[in-house]
């Protein structure tokens, strides 16, 4: 699970932006703070200076910006730039750093409607798909699940597997009332009481209203080893099917750990007790062959890769190389790459 910031007040969304009546205006580390003009470009009105804005005055003006929101000088403007995510119409649409990014489908679970993708939905995707969300949104093809024009919630029911255990697990919310397992799209909307339990003790918002900072990818030696935020990260043992060696662990693989095992696949992969499965040191790729359940069906079941010629089911480790043409048929239409790539 991502890092978690302060928590804010849920925004109210309508067609035109309604904002929170808590902002975080942050604090006063900017060059022009204490100054008398608010310098961040978030805001709009007479209250503002006449100076060029910078991005780096972000929440960096605080006692400025707010002494002139408070008067009635500013407002805060449709799609504000901010540190962390692109904002439209008062949504926060994240960033594009998801796999499916950029494939004119929304990915992100807050959303539904439409524009979405008929494919599962991943906790890995909340925040990161902001042009494919963003572009929907304004389409009028999405909508946030569960979130009224007035901004109440619709927590939903009880009836997920998780339900009542103290912890929140709808991956719509963030913050330190949430479980700290992966999260699931049947748990959206049906953890109702611990979701309003701790959405009311102030420990949890609603994604994109509470900061949660990108993690980067850790890159070693020109490999793409992700981040940390998969179950089993930091265990010793690599997870991530896109390696095979030594240092990989003896349980079964999964999608979700793909790119989410980073320290450790490293860490093994630097000692050199593992390799890129099925990649030469030219970069020549061994699809494999067709000996898998779902061969020859027009879209790609390997793990190893990502990209809009990929299946919409889930991904098995059975199927890994075993899926050869049509891997390589997408592969080479440019419909596929290798994950991390």
Same mark, same amino acid.
């Given at each position: 699970?991502?890092?978690?910031?302060?928590?804010?007040?849920?925004?109210?969304?309508?067609?035109?932006p309604v904002w929170a009546q808590s902002i975080d205006?942050?604090?006063d580390s900017g060059s022009w703070s204490n100054d008398?003009?608010?310098?961040?470009?978030?805001?709009?009105?007479?209250?503002?200076?006449?100076?060029?804005?910078?991005?780096?005055?972000?929440?960096?003006?605080?006692?400025?910006?707010?002494?002139?929101?408070?008067?009635?000088?500013?407002?805060?403007?449709?799609?504000?730039?901010?540190?962390?995510?692109?904002?439209?119409?008062?949504?926060?649409?994240?960033?594009?750093?998801?796999? &499916? !990014?950029? =494939?004119? /489908? %929304?990915? #992100?679970?807050?959303?539904?409607?439409?524009?979405? @993708?008929? $494919?599962? +939905?991943? *906790?890995?995707?909340?925040?990161?798909?902001?042009?494919?969300?963003?572009?929907?949104?304004?389409?009028?093809?999405?909508?946030?699940?569960?979130?009224?024009?007035?901004?109440?919630?619709?927590?939903?029911?009880?009836?997920?597997? &998780? !339900?009542? =255990?103290? /912890? %929140?697990? #709808?991956?719509?919310?963030?913050?330190?009332?949430? @479980?700290? $397992?992966? +999260?699931? *799209?049947?748990?959206?909307?049906?953890?109702?009481?611990?979701?309003?339990?701790?959405?009311?003790?102030?420990?949890?918002?609603?994604?994109?209203?509470?900061?949660?900072?990108?993690?980067?990818?850790?890159?070693?030696?020109?490999?793409?080893?992700?981040?940390?935020?998969?179950?089993?990260?930091?265990?010793?043992?690599?997870?991530?099917?896109?390696?095979?060696?030594?240092?990989?662990?003896?349980?079964?693989?999964?999608?979700?750990?793909?790119?989410?095992?980073?320290?450790?696949?490293?860490?093994?992969?630097?000692?050199?007790?593992?390799?890129?499965?099925?990649?030469?040191?030219?970069?020549?790729?061994?699809?494999?062959?067709?000996?898998?359940?779902?061969?020859?069906?027009?879209?790609?079941?390997?793990?190893?890769?990502?990209?809009?010629?990929?299946?919409?089911?889930?991904?098995?480790?059975?199927?890994?190389?075993?899926?050869?043409?049509?891997?390589?048929?997408?592969?080479?239409?440019?419909?596929?790459?290798?994950?991390?790539?």
């Amino acid at each position: 699970m991502r890092i978690l910031g302060l928590l804010g007040v849920v925004a109210c969304i309508s067609a035109s932006p309604v904002w929170a009546q808590s902002i975080d205006f942050g604090d006063d580390s900017g060059s022009w703070s204490n100054d008398g003009e608010c310098d961040d470009p978030r805001f709009e009105g007479p209250g503002m200076t006449s100076t060029p804005l910078l991005d780096e005055d972000i929440r960096a003006d605080a006692t400025d910006c707010r002494k002139a929101f408070d008067a009635g000088l500013i407002t805060l403007r449709a799609n504000a730039p901010q540190a962390d995510g692109l904002v439209v119409a008062g949504v926060n649409f994240g960033n594009d750093n998801g796999q &499916w !990014a950029n =494939d004119g /489908e %929304c990915d #992100d679970a807050r959303f539904e409607g439409a524009g979405m @993708t008929s $494919t599962p +939905l991943l *906790q890995d995707d909340v925040l990161r798909d902001a042009t494919d969300c963003a572009t929907a949104f304004q389409a009028g093809r999405l909508a946030l699940r569960g979130v009224a024009a007035d901004g109440t919630i619709d927590f939903g029911n009880d009836d997920g597997d &998780w !339900a009542n =255990d103290g /912890e %929140c697990d #709808d991956m719509r919310f963030a913050g330190p009332g949430m @479980t700290t $397992t992966p +999260l699931l *799209q049947d748990d959206i909307m049906r953890d109702a009481t611990d979701c309003r339990t701790a959405f009311e003790a102030g420990l949890l918002g609603l994604a994109g209203d509470v900061a949660v900072p990108d993690v980067p990818d850790l890159i070693v030696a020109g490999v793409n080893f992700g981040n940390d935020l998969g179950q089993w990260s930091n265990d010793g043992e690599c997870d991530d099917a896109r390696f095979e060696g030594a240092g990989m662990t003896t349980t079964p693989l999964l999608q979700d750990d793909v790119l989410r095992d980073a320290t450790d696949c490293a860490t093994a992969f630097q000692a050199g007790r593992l390799s890129l499965r099925g990649v030469a040191k030219d970069g020549s790729i061994d699809f494999g062959d067709d000996s898998g359940e779902w061969s020859n069906d027009g879209e790609c079941d390997d793990m190893r890769f990502a990209g809009p010629g990929m299946t919409s089911t889930p991904l098995l480790q059975d199927d890994i190389m075993r899926d050869a043409t049509d891997c390589r048929d997408a592969f080479n239409a440019g419909q596929l790459t290798l994950a991390g790539q």
